[in-house]
């Protein structure tokens, strides 16, 4: 047994699970409900029955494309439900979060496409969009065939893969973090250079600000005291009229206050035989005559301050000027202007300061390239020696998989500095060739349709779980090749279904003999058309369908027993002393 299958069954986290799909009106299928099992789910049946609708449904419910070609004839819709088991820490369940759908429970992606070619997403029953689905999709399940293309045929996804089978998760997220404090220290440093390349270019400007508003000085609440001022001076003369007017009323013949006191003096005179009567009057004049003297006072004191300086005024009016075209020029209020200058001020101040922080700055960022590059040079060899082992382990699987003059190569190419990145210093591309003799080049480009599904699953079996999706399908990965080989194949789905839960569309009664879960799919015509349906097979029936893919269309007693025999539980090879497991 490979170290990669050992460790992937001791994982700590169990892998998502698609549970059921219900499919309604959709191409050749009216109503189908589908429950799905853990490990190795076969699909079989005529060519043409319909089971590459069954994979075409799961992909709408994944976000596939779609069109109103996919509604079946008369329906006014169709509609596609998948219902998956998944882990409560799994990256679904972050997605769902992030979009603000409820993720508790089991996760339910529907897809419902109308006849005029409009389709609707939904997750867990809330409306969501068909790039939902599609995000969700990717790390649920991936499809293996001869026209879909996820999972490791996207070369963004080998290097995780390769970092998975060797055991690199932790560092390369250490790698990411000193990337980011690298990157982020980098921006500073050059944040600050940029400030301080603007500020320098305007250093003459900003001294000549600073020198022209410490000259003017200008104070909170001024605009205020002088407007009150000027406002004052303005109106001086006409002040000063009514203040000597007032004086002249108050002095006339004898005054207001010797008015008073001659009133007082002459009741003075009776109060004697008044008994006491006229002492409340005498009080009041008293207090009259004290309070005209106040008033005579205040009035001249305010006569004598009154200002009839022109050249105050002008004064007056020459600073709100100036304080008016200072706050125009720098288009603030006048109040405003002492803050301005504070800014203007600092700004010169981090011209002179600035020199100092830049160079700290480009240390810390050097400190942090520093420690990035060490440790992506660490996990780049590490890299290296993962790629030899993933070599040596995929080229172990091949042969048995009619692949034995096929190559597989993991190929780490080095990055300028300028693209290097949270995922390290190199990007890692698995590339096969087919022939004797070629270059290897890109999984995707290289291998045809079979082949492309043997590769599949030969990396698979090396790699486990090398991504997040729990289910994998597998579309005739079995074309072409028998007997042996698709033995060889079917053990290697029984190996790999272990861990994860595996869709198999198969001609295959070798591989079709390893489902825990065998579906035949078969078409019948019903009032004039066409309908595919989905029947479990067990026991008996199960044997008829292995014999019928063994023999054809005549099923004999030899098929038979040649089907018992590929349902009899494999026996445990016998390992030899000193054997590698």
């Not at 210093?425 to 290289?446: C, D, K, M, Q, Y």
């Amino acid at each position: 047994m490979l170290e990669t299958d050992r460790s992937f069954r001791q994982g700590t986290r169990a892998p998502p699970m698609l549970s059921s799909l219900s499919i309604r009106d959709v191409v050749l299928i009216d109503k189908l409900d589908l429950a799905f099992e853990a490990g190795i789910v076969t699909l079989t049946g005529e060519t043409g029955a319909g089971k590459s609708i069954l994979l075409d449904a799961l992909g709408l419910a994944l976000g596939a494309r779609a069109d109103a070609a996919m509604v079946r004839a008369g329906a006014e819709r169709a509609s596609v439900t998948a219902v998956f088991d998944v882990p409560a820490d799994h990256p679904a369940r972050a997605i769902a979060a992030e979009q603000g759908l409820d993720a508790e429970g089991e996760l339910i992606l529907r897809r419902v496409v109308g006849a005029d070619g409009r389709s609707r997403a939904f997750v867990n029953d809330q409306p969501g969009s068909v790039g939902l689905l599609r995000a969700l999709g990717a790390t649920l399940v991936e499809i293996h065939g001869q026209f879909e293309t996820q999972g490791l045929l996207d070369a963004a996804t080998h290097r995780a893969a390769l970092d998975s089978f060797r055991g690199l998760g932790a560092r390369a997220s250490e790698a990411a973090r000193l990337h980011a404090a690298w990157r982020g220290a980098a921006a500073a440093a050059e944040t600050a250079r940029a400030e301080l390349a603007r500020a320098a270019g305007d250093a003459d400007f900003l001294r000549h600000v600073v020198a022209e508003l410490d000259a003017l000085a200008p104070r909170p609440g001024e605009e205020r005291e002088l407007a009150d001022r000027r406002a004052l001076l303005a109106s001086g003369e006409k002040l000063a009229e009514a203040l000597r007017a007032a004086l002249d009323e108050l002095s006339a013949q004898k005054g207001v206050e010797g008015a008073l006191r001659a009133a007082r003096r002459q009741l003075e005179r009776l109060a004697p035989r008044m008994e006491g009567r006229l002492d409340a009057a005498l009080g009041a004049l008293d207090r009259a005559a004290a309070e005209a003297a106040d008033a005579v006072a205040e009035v001249e004191a305010l006569a004598r301050g009154i200002e009839l300086d022109p050249a105050a005024l002008e004064r007056v009016e020459e600073r709100l000027f100036a304080l008016k075209a200072a706050a125009r020029k720098h288009r603030v209020e006048i109040d405003a202007l002492d803050e301005t200058r504070a800014r203007f001020a600092s700004r010169l101040a981090a011209i002179d300061e600035g020199d100092g922080r830049l160079v700290a700055l480009d240390a810390a960022a050097a400190s942090a390239r520093a420690a990035y590059a060490q440790c992506a040079g660490s996990l780049g060899a590490a890299r290296a020696e993962g790629a030899a082992a993933l070599d040596e382990a995929v080229a172990g699987e091949l042969p048995a998989l009619r692949l034995d003059k096929a190559r597989f190569r993991t190929r780490l190419e080095a990055l300028e500095e300028r693209d290097w990145g949270p995922g390290g210093r190199e990007r890692v591309v698995f590339e096969v060739a087919t022939n004797p003799g070629s270059e290897p080049g890109p999984l995707a480009r290289i291998a045809s349709g079979g082949e492309l599904s043997r590769f599949m699953l030969a990396l698979k079996a090396v790699l486990a779980r090398g991504g997040e999706a729990g289910t994998l399908v597998f579309d005739e990965l079995d074309s072409g090749v028998g007997g042996a080989t698709a033995a060889a194949i079917g053990e290697r789905l029984a190996r790999l279904g272990r861990s994860v839960q595996l869709l198999v569309v198969t001609h295959s009664p070798q591989v079709a003999a390893r489902g825990t879960l065998h579906l035949r799919v078969a078409k019948r015509t019903e009032r004039g058309r066409a309908i595919t349906s989905v029947e479990r097979l067990e026991g008996a029936e199960r044997r008829e369908e292995l014999a019928r893919m063994l023999s054809g269309a005549t099923v004999t007693d030899a098929a038979r027993a040649a089907a018992d025999a590929l349902l009899e539980p494999p026996a445990a090879p016998a390992r030899r002393r000193g054997a590698r497991a």
